[in-house]
Every structure is written in C-alpha cells, then in structure tokens.
C-alpha cells in the first residue's frame, strides 16, 4: 500500500483491488459515472457500470470505453429500446450485444426487421434476421439493398414458393435471388425465372434445377443470352431438340454443347463436315465411331488438328498408311 493511500478514499486506492471491492459499497450515481470515466482499470470501471441506472450514461459507455466488458456490461444494463436499437444501428464492438438485449427484451418483429434492414454490420443484421418470423417483414429484407449475407439469411428463413419465385426474379441483391431459387423445386416457376430474372446468376441457378425437357428445350433454343442456351442445352437428352440445336444455333459454344450430347451418328457425320466452327467440327469428330466418316475426315477438314483428331479415332491401319502419305500437313 503506498502511504498517499493512507489519506485518499478507498475508490482512489492505488491497488485495484481495493478499488474495486469499494466500488461494490458505493450507492452514489454521480460518483459511480466519474469512476467509470476516470479509473484505468477495466474490472473497475466494469463493477461501476454494473451499479449504474442512467440510461443515456450506459448508452454512451457501451459506445465508448476501450474495453469489451465494460461496453457489455454497459449493454446488459440498457432497458431502453429506443437507445440499444440506436447503438445496434451502428457499426461499433457494442452492436452485437445491443440486438441480442433487444431480444431478451423483447423487441417486437418491426424493430428487429428495421435494424436488419439499417444496420452497417453484417453479424448485427443476421442476429437481427435470427430472431423474426414475420414472413412479409423477412420478404422486404430479402427484397432490399441491405448486406448480401443479411438477404440471404432473410431469404433462408422464408416459406412461401410464390414469394421465393419473386424474389428469385427481381430482389436486388444477386445474393438473395440465388438463394431463393435453391429453395424452389416448381419446374413451371423455375422456368419462369430462367426465362426473366433479373440477374444472369439467378436464371443459370434455375436451369441448374430444371429437369423438365420441354422447359429447358424452350430456353435452349429461344433465350437470348447464349450462356442460358448453352447451359440449357448441357442438360437436355431429347436427341431431336440437341440435333435441331446442333445445326441452327448462331453461337459456337451452344452447338459445341448440343454435339457432346448427340449419339446419331450420321448426323455426327454430317455436323463435323459441314459446321463452320473447328471446335464445332471437333466435337463431332470426338462422338463419331463410323470409320468411313472419320477417314473422308481425316483427309479432308482445312484444320490440320481436327484432321488429326478424326484419324486418332482411326482403327484400320490400311486407312492410317494412306493419309499419313498423302496429308499435306507433314
């Protein structure tokens, strides 16, 4: 004990033991306030925060002091609604704690969804979604501009297809219309979001769950983005639809699609000899097995490379001896 200690009160006490032990008597909210602003010790200025009433006092330490138990111990003091969901709104170490009082209080369903809607912190707006299940107030979060994780968990919590299907369609966040198309199973819905979504990433989520023929041979052959064409086109197994999309698609990719899937081998035949594309012509060239074709290939295409592929799948020898003399690629 330092002499001066002999001389000052025990809430001055050098050791912070002490001081701590005496804050537990003291009654005094003037002095107690003083403490909690002065003493450099977090135990103590802690034990004075546990002893304190003033609402708006509290508010500014959970916001303010240095130390994380002293702002939770300030936040576990607050009963006013109005002052947590202030300090839940904002992005400082004290938000977390403010919504989970807002909870234990009670906090009604259109405060929690006004905070997650608000608030700059991710974890305070999932804290906030955690606790409603409002379906109209979860739906305009989901709908909203908020942070990506907060719409998404809105859209975890949500039920309603018909509402999920708007949501995948035209929510702002991409976030949250791909996770309301993961909730969805309705082949007609999906379909729809495929075809008019707002956002590529929600109508490719939609293909990826669509197994309906007619649906996806419709977006195969009509959607004017040609990576909707082609991812459609990925899941087809109508040989008609994949034979008609092979020979009339304008884009490259989506034919090269259509081929990897076909079985036909005339049309095969026909595709790698006449398909503008090389990598069209190759893709064909990889599914065909007719040697007859894959001969008058092997010594025909103009590209020296989908020559060779045609006369890799070459099995007769006699064959193979005749282009290797006569191909003018050497």
Same mark, same amino acid.
């Given at each position: 004990?330092?002499? !001066?200690?002999?001389?000052?009160?025990?809430?001055?006490?050098?050791?912070?033991?002490?001081?701590?032990?005496?804050?537990?008597?003291?009654?005094?909210?003037?002095?107690?306030?003083? *403490?909690?602003?002065?003493?450099?010790?977090?135990?103590?200025?802690?034990?004075? !925060?546990?002893?304190?009433?003033?609402?708006?006092?509290?508010?500014?330490?959970?916001?303010?002091?240095?130390?994380?138990?002293?702002?939770?111990?300030?936040?576990?003091?607050?009963?006013?609604?109005?002052?947590?969901? +202030?300090? /839940?709104?904002?992005?400082?170490?004290?938000?977390?704690?403010? !919504?989970?009082?807002?909870?234990?209080?009670?906090?009604?369903?259109?405060?929690?969804?006004?905070?997650?809607?608000?608030?700059?912190?991710?974890?305070?707006?999932?804290?906030?979604?955690?606790?409603?299940?409002?379906?109209?107030?979860?739906?305009? *979060?989901?709908?909203?501009?908020?942070?990506? =994780?907060?719409?998404?968990?809105?859209?975890?919590?949500?039920?309603?297809?018909?509402?999920?299907?708007? *949501? /995948?369609?035209?929510?702002?966040? @991409?976030?949250?219309?791909?996770? /309301? !198309?993961? %909730?969805?199973?309705?082949?007609?819905?999906?379909?729809?979001?495929? %075809?008019?979504?707002? @956002?590529?990433?929600?109508?490719?989520?939609?293909?990826?769950?669509?197994?309906?023929? /007619?649906?996806? =041979?419709?977006?195969?052959?009509?959607?004017?983005?040609?990576?909707?064409?082609?991812?459609?086109? =990925?899941?087809?197994?109508?040989?008609?639809?994949? @034979?008609?999309?092979?020979?009339?698609?304008? +884009?490259?990719?989506?034919?090269?699609?259509?081929?990897?899937?076909?079985?036909?081998?005339?049309?095969? @035949?026909?595709?790698?000899?006449?398909?503008?594309?090389?990598?069209?012509?190759?893709?064909?060239?990889?599914?065909?097995?007719?040697?007859?074709?894959?001969?008058? *290939?092997?010594?025909?295409?103009?590209?020296?490379?989908?020559?060779?592929?045609?006369?890799?799948?070459? %099995?007769?020898?006699?064959?193979? =001896?005749?282009?290797?003399?006569?191909?003018?690629?050497?």
């Amino acid at each position: 004990m330092a002499f !001066v200690d002999l001389f000052r009160p025990r809430w001055k006490h050098s050791d912070w033991r002490v001081r701590r032990e005496e804050v537990w008597r003291l009654t005094d909210q003037a002095l107690l306030a003083h *403490i909690v602003k002065t003493d450099p010790a977090s135990s103590v200025r802690t034990v004075a !925060v546990k002893k304190l009433t003033d609402q708006a006092l509290l508010a500014a330490i959970a916001e303010s002091d240095s130390d994380d138990s002293v702002r939770g111990a300030a936040v576990e003091r607050l009963t006013d609604q109005a002052l947590l969901s +202030d300090i /839940a709104r904002r992005s400082s170490d004290a938000c977390v704690p403010a !919504v989970k009082r807002l909870i234990a209080l009670g906090a009604g369903q259109n405060l929690l969804a006004e905070i997650a809607r608000n608030t700059s912190s991710q974890l305070v707006g999932k804290a906030a979604v955690d606790e409603l299940t409002d379906q109209a107030l979860l739906a305009q *979060i989901a709908r909203s501009d908020s942070d990506a =994780g907060v719409c998404r968990e809105a859209v975890e919590k949500l039920t309603d297809p018909a509402v999920l299907g708007e *949501i /995948a369609k035209s929510a702002t966040g @991409g976030s949250a219309r791909e996770a /309301a !198309v993961e %909730k969805l199973t309705d082949q007609a819905l999906l379909g729809e979001i495929a %075809k008019s979504a707002t @956002g590529g990433s929600a109508r490719e989520a939609a293909v990826e769950k669509l197994t309906d023929q /007619a649906l996806l =041979g419709d977006i195969a052959k009509s959607a004017s983005d040609g990576s909707m064409r082609k991812a459609a086109t =990925g899941k087809l197994i109508d040989q008609t639809l994949l @034979g008609d999309i092979a020979k009339s698609d304008s +884009d490259d990719s989506v034919r090269e699609a259509a081929v990897e899937k076909l079985t036909d081998q005339a049309l095969l @035949g026909d595709i790698a000899k006449t398909d503008p594309s090389k990598w069209v012509r190759k893709a064909a060239v990889n599914e065909l097995t007719d040697q007859a074709v894959l001969a008058d *290939i092997a010594k025909s295409d103009s590209e020296d490379w989908v020559r060779w592929r045609a006369a890799k799948r070459l %099995k007769e020898r006699a064959v193979l =001896g005749d282009i290797a003399k006569s191909d003018s690629d050497k």
